[in-house]
């Protein structure tokens, strides 16, 4: 079907809902009843031809032979489909016998329904189609809808007809009554001021994705083949892909049986699927409707090829239980094993953020692929995506473990950018992912990227945002440059770009460089004040201290429903663990004895400002031993905490010192693969050259230069000195995996920072494909030359204007 058959046949049906359904539907519920009787029309219209052979059918079983039930094989030969109906009404019978009686045609019409095969009867169902009659019956529109469906000016069928007037009425594909649902779909929610539905698939697109899939094997198809989308919408994809593999004058002649399968979460879409699945014969059976996410519906079952535009940009938290129990995956298909930085392998997740789950869907094709075991072709998958498929997501999390699997599994054949606006329903940037388990010898360890994001042809009208499409020499192009897995520059005469990468390109690692924490500490009255309250119930604490004093200490309990009240009243929005502690004595009684212990810490240290932190925890711990106070390690951690705070002027805070000779030591520099001259850029730090680096003019002053510590000068040879880290200065720095982290560390960060460290057991291995990055096109500014003569240019046009604003005069 042609663009502007297209709209005449949008334009028809949407004239019966202006016609017919005005005043009994809000514009935008008008889908409820146009959607379900374009397909009722469309298999009616499939079935009239045969209805006395199926009549004569149901007559011969129940009255010849006496059969109690209906025998499906014999209908379904009879009507020359695997669907039939069993009542003597077809939709041109109704209109023709209705009288303006609504009961009786109402009546009729409910008969007519309930003679349908069971398969059809499920698609009236999901449409809720009984309920919609009955409402256009009780408002006297009908009759009205029914004239207007059957009306001989309208082909719903996808076989070509004539109108009265002799005049061709083209067919109605699968893929041309997908248009025609979008479009309406599109035309309703505009109504109604919703958002468009879901982004179908232009005809071009996949006319692409078939080549790509399909060429490259033409030769060793499978002798039986199994197609399968995971978001099958109204089935295009696999109707297409078949109509393109068993196209007698198509490249491609397979003589093998084609199998489709499919699921798909929303009823009308389904509907419409399985609907022309029984139309071409197809097996309506493999077109299972609900969420492909939430249930693994053909589990233990493998495909040889896989077509799909998933939902992007769409959450999935609905259907996180399924999937994930608490913190663990609890679904196989999205469970993957995957090697650390130090090689060992391990199960981690493969799922992305809860707000898209568009990757999902890609790893629900990957667990289908067949092993080369199966098939000697292995299995082909195209794939449509948005741009955060690439990119989104960081080294160790869901999306980048997704896309490492894929590559490094040497998944990844290829991924094509097309042009923007060249989708239905969304102007964004879309890419073909193109995967398959059985690469050839020039393909293996590489990936092809393809930009045609500059190759389109533009619409005389648009469709919705659609406002260019590909023609048939673009998806030549496009397939010719992909098949010859070869980099080429993109030319005026065909601005289409290839280039050729290695997998390990798209590969950093995510390397954690740590700095030395430095604290001053120094007991005075704010900072010992802040051990009085929790931090998490500050406002609440201090609400209740301020308010009842010292009781609050010997019984909180006593104004537990007060307090509780209070904290309702000023919304503090705490958790019912967060209630139970506020108005737990131990929660009191602890923070009073930090308080008190910190204040007599007080009474020994005065206000004296301490620079470094390890002299001032030794003197703590001296004093707290000496003077036989008590104190449980946590405490002492809050009160150590409260009374220091960071300073770059400060001495680096020791966390241990470790001794490293003999094997110790050998098998440290092995882990690090480093020598021990390099120690320290792994955080390791001998002790003599720590003394050394902190009396040594050659230091920055930014540094805190000073002389060693108590706890410095007591270290021996061999012994080396680890500091704690100051989380807030923590960086993460992404090297290529084609580098060395500590090359790159020497060469790009210990310049700039002398005394950070490389924290290598936190290294993360991430992937990310960025396009803007391979293919930008960089635009050089004009010469000033070139600007000045343009002002001087307009200069003339504005009357001296501008030589008097530039002071040229």
């Known amino acids: 079907m042609n663009n502007s058959s297209h709209s005449k046949l949008i334009s028809f049906i949407w004239s019966i809902a202006d016609d017919c359904l005005r005043d009994v539907y809000v514009r935008g519920k008008y889908r409820d009843v146009i959607l379900p009787m374009v397909v009722l029309r469309r298999l009616d219209a499939l079935l009239e031809p045969t209805k006395k052979e199926v009549m004569d ?36 019978l109704l209109k023709d016998t209705a009288s303006n009686n609504q009961s009786i045609l109402l009546a009729n019409f409910e008969d007519y329904l309930l003679g349908f095969s069971p398969n059809v009867k499920e698609i009236v169902d999901k449409f809720n189609l009984v309920s919609q009659i009955k409402h256009m019956a009780g408002k006297d529109v009908l009759l009205d809808v029914l004239e207007k469906f059957t009306s001989s000016h309208i082909n719903l069928t996808p076989f070509e007809k004539e109108d009265p007037e002799g005049r061709k009425l083209p067919a109605l594909s699968n893929l041309g009554m997908g248009y025609v649902f979008e479009e309406l779909i599109r035309k309703f929610n505009e109504e109604n001021n919703e958002e468009a539905g879901e982004h179908f698939t232009p005809r071009e697109v996949i ?13 060793q198809l499978p002798p039986v083949m199994t197609i399968y989308d995971p978001a099958c919408g109204s089935g295009g994809m696999l109707t297409e892909s078949q109509n393109f593999i068993k196209d007698p004058e198509g490249a491609i002649k397979a003589t093998g049986d084609v199998y489709l399968y499919g699921k798909e ?68 298909r999205f469970k993957i094993q995957l090697a650390d930085y130090w090689g060992t392998v391990e199960d981690v997740d493969a799922v992305p953020r809860s707000s898209d789950g568009q990757l999902l869907f890609l790893m629900e094709m990957v667990s289908k692929m067949k092993t080369l075991e199966q098939s000697p072709a292995g299995t082909r998958i195209a794939s449509v995506h948005n741009g955060s498929s690439l990119f989104t997501g960081d080294a160790g999390g869901g999306e980048s473990n997704i896309r490492r699997y894929i590559i490094e599994n040497d998944m990844l054949e290829a991924i094509i950018q097309l042009p923007n606006n060249l989708f239905y329903n969304t102007g964004i940037t879309t890419y073909i992912w193109v995967l398959s388990n059985n690469k050839t010898a020039t393909r293996k360890g590489k990936v092809q990227l393809i930009d045609a994001s500059d190759l389109y042809k533009k619409l005389r009208k648009n469709l919705g945002n659609k406002n260019c499409e590909f023609t048939k ?61 929790d931090r998490v119930l500050q406002e609440a604490m201090q609400y209740a201290y301020e308010t009842y004093g010292d009781s609050v200490y010997r019984d909180v309990k006593k104004h537990q429903k007060e307090l509780l009240e209070w904290v309702e009243k000023e919304e503090l929005n705490l958790s ?56 449980a390690a946590s405490d002492k951690k809050a009160i150590l905490n409260a009374l220091s705070w960071y300073d770059a002027a400060a001495a680096k805070v020791i966390k241990k010192v470790v001794k490293l000779t003999g094997d110790k030591l050998t098998q440290l520099l092995e882990h690090l693969n480093c020598e021990e001259a390099d120690l320290p850029d792994f955080g390791y730090y ?46 993460t720095e992404n090297v290529p995996l084609k580098d060395n982290i500590h090359s790159y560390f020497k060469r790009e960060v210990h310049p700039h920072v002398a005394e950070a460290w490389i924290n290598l057991d936190a290294t993360k291995i991430g992937y990310e494909i960025s396009f803007n990055k391979y293919f930008y096109k960089h635009t050089p500014l004009r010469n000033i030359e070139e600007v000045t003569a343009d002002i001087l240019d307009l200069e003339k046009q504005s009357d001296g204007l501008i030589a008097d604003i530039l002071n040229l005069v």
């Open 576 to 631: 019912s663990a967060h209630k139970t502690k506020l108005c737990k004595q131990d929660t009191w009684d602890k923070h009073l004895r930090q308080l008190t212990t910190a204040k007599k810490l007080q009474n020994i240290f005065g206000d004296t400002l301490y620079t470094d932190y390890n002299v001032f925890k030794k003197e703590v711990d001296d004093e707290l031993k000496a003077q036989k106070i008590a104190i």
């Open 686 to 731: 001998p002790c003599h050259a720590e003394r050394s680096r902190s009396v040594s003019n050659d230091v920055p002053t930014s540094l805190s230069l000073r002389a060693p510590s108590r706890s410095e000068r007591s270290l021996k040879k061999g012994e080396y000195v680890v500091y704690e880290t100051e989380s807030d200065l923590r960086d």
């Open 265 to 332: 979460i929303n009823d009308e879409t389904y509907a419409i699927c399985k609907s022309d699945m029984m139309i071409k014969g197809n097996s309506p059976e493999n077109i299972r409707v609900g969420s492909t996410l939430s249930t693994d519906e053909f589990t233990g079952t493998s495909f040889d090829f896989m077509l799909s535009n998933p939902p992007y940009g769409k959450s999935w938290s609905s259907e996180q239980k399924y999937i994930k129990d608490g913190k663990d995956v609890i679904d196989p």
């Open 57 to 92: 059918e149901v007559h011969f079983q129940k009255v010849e032979a006496g059969f109690t039930e209906l025998e499906n094989e014999g209908l379904k030969a009879a009507s020359g489909y695997v669907f039939y109906n069993t009542s003597k009404w077809t939709l041109q």
């Open 207 to 219: 006319e692409l994705m078939t080549h790509i899939i399909f060429e490259p094997i033409k030769d």
């Open 473 to 533: 020499k673009h998806i030549d192009k496009i397939t010719e440059v992909y098949m010859s897995a070869l980099s080429r520059k993109r030319t005026e005469e065909l601005p289409l770009e290839s280039l050729v990468f290695d997998n390990s390109d798209f590969g950093y690692y995510k390397a954690t460089v740590e700095r030395p924490k430095r604290l001053k500490s120094q007991c005075t009255d704010a900072r010992i004040e802040t051990l009085r309250y």
